[in-house]
């Protein structure tokens, strides 16, 4: 091998090496997160609705499990940035802008900034919805 080949390849494998066992670390320390249920943490927002934080802190961005006992209405809320929610299980009325929409599960809604809004959950079981905002929430 000519000699400015061989340093050449010796530079390669010296630069090479390191990048390889770096790349090798981090895919061994990629894991799923996996919260399950009973190790949800809930804070009652009002007697009847109970929020667990996902990721995240609603005095910021966030991502939370929002659950309302069955029969029960949720507070008033008006959010300050854009808000995502998919509803997981239940019936519920979801009060905004022009009135009543009847939600049921596997739904996904988007309450813009700025817009009121409301739910009640039926009285046939617990209503539960992922949320994601991403700024503070009331």
């Not at 809930?42 to 609603?58: E, K, M, T």
């Not at 019936?91 to 009847?102: D, P, T």
């Amino acid at each position: 091998m000519h000699k400015p080949l061989s340093v050449l390849v010796g530079f390669l494998c010296v630069m090479l090496v390191p990048l390889t066992a770096v790349a090798a670390e981090s895919k061994m320390e990629m894991e799923p997160v996996v919260i399950h249920s009973s190790d949800m943490k809930y804070v009652a927002l009002s007697p009847d609705v109970r929020r667990a934080v996902i990721w995240g802190n609603p005095d910021g961005a966030y991502q939370a499990l929002t659950r309302i006992a069955k029969g029960a209405k949720a507070p008033m809320r008006t959010p300050p940035h854009d808000l995502r929610i998919v509803v997981l299980s239940g019936y519920l009325g979801f009060h905004a802008g022009s009135g009543e929409k009847r939600i049921v599960f596997a739904t996904y809604v988007m309450v813009p900034a700025g817009l009121p809004f409301t739910a009640d959950c039926d009285t046939s079981s617990t209503c539960f919805w992922v949320e994601q905002s991403s700024g503070k929430m009331p």
